[in-house]
């Protein structure tokens, strides 16, 4: 059982940043794909990055490509997703997600969802 929470959302201007932050507790957490995904009122969660288990390899959503960067530290049993340039179409509640397998772009079957963090994007 891997138990996930997010935290680092908040209300930014366009053009800010922000960090978002995703402990996980529980174990084998190191062992585990992240990834982000996020979901806009009215919308379907979507994908927004993802990395793997050991940090080699990430993906990012077209969207957010060299805007937003994902990367984990074992160590602290954390994953992050520093988002720059922010932009108002980036306002959505973003959910941290681990797979013991692989994460794909597609929101199903993930073996594990965070409660989601907001993160609102003003003009």
């Known amino acids: 059982q891997v138990q996930l929470v997010e935290s680092g959302g908040g209300l930014v201007q366009a053009g800010g940043s922000l960090r978002l932050s995703c402990a996980a507790s529980?174990?084998?957490?190191?062992?585990?794909?992240m990834g982000w995904f996020r979901q806009a009122p009215g919308k379907e969660r979507e994908f927004v990055a993802r990395?793997?288990?050991?940090?080699?390899?990430?993906y990012y959503a077209d969207s957010v490509r060299g805007r937003f960067t994902i990367s984990r530290d074992n160590a602290k049993n954390t994953v992050y997703l520093q988002m720059n340039s922010l932009k108002p179409e980036d306002t959505a509640v973003y959910y941290c997600?681990?797979?013991?397998?692989?994460?794909?772009?597609?929101?199903?079957?993930?073996?594990?969802w965070g409660q989601g963090t907001q993160v609102t994007v003003s003009s």
């Open positions: 529980g174990r084998t957490y190191s062992y585990y794909h």
């Open positions: 990395i793997s288990w050991n940090g080699g390899s990430t």
């Open positions: 997600a681990a797979d013991e397998i692989a994460l794909t772009t597609r929101p199903v079957g993930v073996d594990y």
